[in-house]
Structures are given as C-alpha cells and as structure tokens.
C-alpha cells in the first residue's frame, strides 16, 4: 500500500535530501504514470522551478492523437518533461493485443507524438522467448525506431519469472507461466538486430562488444544517427 502525497511534498522532500544525491532527479512511473497528469503536470512544472530534471516512465497507452482536454494537458506536460522512458512491449498489433489485451496502434502514434515534440526517449524492450524474440519483429522494431530521430537510449531486457510466485500466491493464473526466462545472451543479441535495423549509433557493434555497452552509452551522442 502507498500513501497520499501532494506534489509540494514530494519536492520539499526532495530538496531536503538533495545533498545525497549525485545525478538524476525524478522519475514518475507506475502502474501508467499518465494516468494521473494532473497531478504529474504540477509535479514537473514545480520540479523545474527548482531546476529539477524530470523522467516519465510510461508504456504510452492513454494516448489518442487528435484534439482533446487530456492532450491539451499533455503538451502543456512535454514543455516540463527533460526524458520519456518508453516501454514498446511488442511491434505487431496482433501480437501485442494478444500480449496485453490492446493493440499498439496508441503506443505507436505517442511516439511519433514525442518525435514531434522533440522530447528525448529511451526506448524500452522485453524480449520474451517465443513471443516477442522472433528476428523479423526485432527487425520491425529496429525499423521503426530509424524513424525516429529523438531516440537516445535503448534496452533490451530478458524476461525473467519473478512474477510467477506472487500471482500463485493471490491465486491468480500467470499468462506467461509456461514461458522460459530469457538469458542475457538472447538479450544482446536481440539488441543487436534491432540496432542492425535501425541504423543506430552502436549498429556495427559485436555481440561482445554491445555486452559493454550501457544504455545511457547512447545519451552521449548528439542524436541518434538513423
């Protein structure tokens, strides 16, 4: 269970500890973040009052293009976000439906959105055996993320099962119980097709050499060469 907070608070304990802290700022995810913008939107704008960097860690799946109250809020938002976290959990729209219940048509347009907005986006992937590691996905997803010229950052991360035993313990069937944890080296090498497809900075890397990689590397680079 979590407890009410209010955005000054937030920033007032922010300010208190802000002495421990070597980098960073704050970062808002959830459950979806975006799901409480108003709160988010006074979060940030007081955040960069005090100079504050900003990170929203969302999967993009409130978004609808088009005019509105809610994307009035949202580009009111972008004016204060420094950093989006992207999460793109499949990039077939039958897949991901079947993934999540939704397809990513939304996902995909925030992207664009955020290219729009010129926001910087670090793009976040789960490679899960069997569903999402098939090599001509990754290749549609590196393809897609060469048309995006805000990318910054980009993860692959291995599908672990974590999960498995808190859902039996609430006795609650978990959908992906029967699929394997994925290692890092499938990972890596998933990573690299994707780079391959995209034209990213790091595309000509080797296995062994995108294993040194972080994914904070790719912030060094002025934009993300697609």
Same mark, same amino acid.
């Given at each position: 269970? +979590?407890?009410?907070?209010?955005? %000054?608070?937030?920033? %007032?304990?922010y300010e208190r500890n802000k002495a421990f802290y070597t980098s960073g700022g704050i970062t808002v995810t959830g459950g979806e973040a975006l799901m409480q913008i108003d709160f988010l939107l006074e979060l940030f704008t007081l955040a960069k009052e005090q100079g504050i960097h900003t990170c929203l860690d969302t999967s993009g799946i409130t978004y609808h293009p088009g005019e509105s109250?809610?994307?009035? !809020?949202?580009? =009111?938002?972008?004016? #204060?976000? /420094?950093? #989006?976290?992207?999460?793109? !959990?499949?990039?077939?729209? =039958? $897949?991901? !439906? #079947?993934l999540t219940g939704h397809d990513n048509g939304n996902i995909l347009a925030f992207a664009k959105y955020l290219e729009e907005k010129q926001i910087p986006v670090w793009i976040r992937h789960v490679l899960v055996p069997g569903i999402t590691d098939d090599a001509a996905l990754l290749t549609r997803l590196g393809t897609f993320l060469g048309t995006l010229s805000n990318v910054k950052a980009l993860d692959v991360l291995p599908y672990h099962i974590l999960g498995v035993t808190k859902? /039996? %313990?609430? $006795?609650?069937?978990?959908?992906? !119980?029967? #699929?394997?944890?994925?290692t890092k080296e499938q990972a890596a090498n998933a990573k690299k097709i994707i780079l391959t497809a995209s034209g +990213?900075?790091?595309?000509?890397?080797?296995?062994?050499q995108l294993r040194h990689v972080k994914a904070t590397d790719a912030l060094k680079h002025p934009t993300w060469q697609m």
């Open positions: 269970a +979590g407890s009410l907070r209010s955005a %000054q608070s937030l920033i %007032q304990e109250d809610y994307n009035r !809020k949202l580009d =009111e938002l972008m004016t #204060v976000t /420094d950093l #989006v976290m992207l999460d793109i !959990k499949h990039i077939d729209p =039958e $897949g991901h !439906k #079947v859902y /039996d %313990q609430l $006795g609650m069937a978990y959908p992906l !119980k029967d #699929v394997p944890p994925a +990213g900075p790091f595309r000509n890397y080797s296995l062994d």
